[in-house]
């Protein structure tokens, strides 16, 4: 049966969330860019990611320990290389931080073809996808990275959790050509401790090996799921690895330490952030089949991938797209009864007005 979702409108979800940063000791703009990430996680049903996960995670690791600094600076390091940029981002909060490494990525490659930001000391920046997202929309290429805040993943093989959940995310240029930003993210563990937060939230199971209890026997309940899986066995892990090696070419932390402030202080316990974008020029040979231009080229191959008899197939980002058109439609920001008690349990600790689920209509 389809889970039933209520509308709250944007501006009523932004000021919530925002208010509940600014309560936190955030300036109003990096309450401004923590509540617009959440909004664009909720619009696309990334639920994972949403403010619910975003408060709790800066109530666990973020303002209410000090892994994240309300106000910070971001520092920019002096390099050699014209293209790249280096910061330490004095924990800043995480999605203020992205928003502005993505930005600064993109003018570095409409000088230079390509750019890149290298964080270190970042405070998690949530749903990677929402960065290339909206890169990808206004026409570029653009990948990040970035080391989970915990070490919640076993390694294939092993049976301690030395790996966050480590995601990657792409997005692609291809509104014109299908309508929508091809977007291609994932956790690198079977699931995100999100979605298991989610599903505990919702009174769901979790898919088979995607974590194991504190024992180390593989569970399905969100009850008991103490870590977290790779999927695809050593695939997984060898992309989770890659972000634990960039993190640490970066200057990050030891895994097993991060945003555990009470262990061994004189290590450093944050998160890093990589950040690429190339614009398409940059990488155009000018050779297109039959006079296609780069963009007919782009289209043409995705009709031939999506052709043969796979015309039923979905493309990363689709759902996304489709839940955002969803969205579009029921007029606001769609959220399960669930969550809105959830969203409640904060109202109580920031002292705003609860929502009253009556005053909200049911999306169709």
Not at 155 to 167: E, M, R
Request: hydrophobic share 40%; aromatic share 10%.
């Amino acid at each position: 049966m389809p889970e039933t979702f209520f509308t709250v409108p944007e501006p009523q979800h932004n000021a919530f969330v925002a208010a509940a940063y600014r309560r936190r000791g955030y300036s109003p703009a990096e309450a401004a860019a923590g509540a617009r990430f959440c909004a664009e996680a909720t619009r696309h049903g990334i639920r994972t990611h949403n403010a619910l996960k975003a408060l709790h995670l800066d109530h666990l690791f973020g303002s209410g320990t000090g892994g994240c600094v309300p106000r910070a600076k971001i520092e920019k390091i002096k390099t050699r290389f014209r293209a790249a940029q280096v910061w330490n981002a004095h924990r800043k909060l995480g999605q203020a931080t992205g928003y502005a490494a993505i930005e600064t990525a993109i003018k570095l490659a409409d000088r230079y073809g390509t750019g890149t930001v290298s964080v270190d000391n970042a405070f998690h920046y949530l749903w990677g996808g929402g960065y290339v997202m909206d890169a990808a929309r206004r026409g570029y290429i653009a990948y990040t990275n970035c080391t989970a805040a915990l070490a919640e993943v076993v390694p294939f093989g092993g049976k301690f959790p030395t790996l966050g959940t480590n995601p990657h995310s792409w997005g692609f240029p291809t509104t014109a050509a299908i309508g929508f930003s091809i977007v291609i993210d994932w956790a690198t563990s079977v699931v995100a401790m999100g979605r298991v937060q989610q599903l505990l939230r919702e009174g769901k199971q979790l898919p088979p090996n995607a974590a194991v209890d504190e024992t180390g026997a593989p569970t399905t309940d969100p009850a008991r799921a103490k870590y977290l899986l790779p999927f695809g066995a050593h695939k997984g892990y060898g992309l989770s690895l890659i972000n634990e090696l960039v993190g640490a070419l970066i200057g990050g932390s030891l895994p097993t330490l991060r945003n555990r402030w009470d262990q061994q202080p004189d290590e450093k316990h944050t998160c890093t952030f990589f950040f690429q974008v190339i614009h398409p020029d940059a990488l155009s040979a000018g050779a297109f089949a039959k006079n296609r231009t780069q963009p007919e080229n782009l289209k043409a191959v995705i009709a031939d991938i999506l052709g043969h008899g796979n015309e039923t197939c979905t493309l990363p980002g689709q759902p996304e797209a489709e839940f955002a058109a969803r969205s579009a439609k029921a007029g606001g920001l769609l959220f399960s009864e669930a969550e809105i008690a959830a969203f409640n349990e904060i109202a109580a600790e920031t002292r705003q007005p609860k929502w009253n689920l009556a005053g909200f209509k049911v999306a169709e």
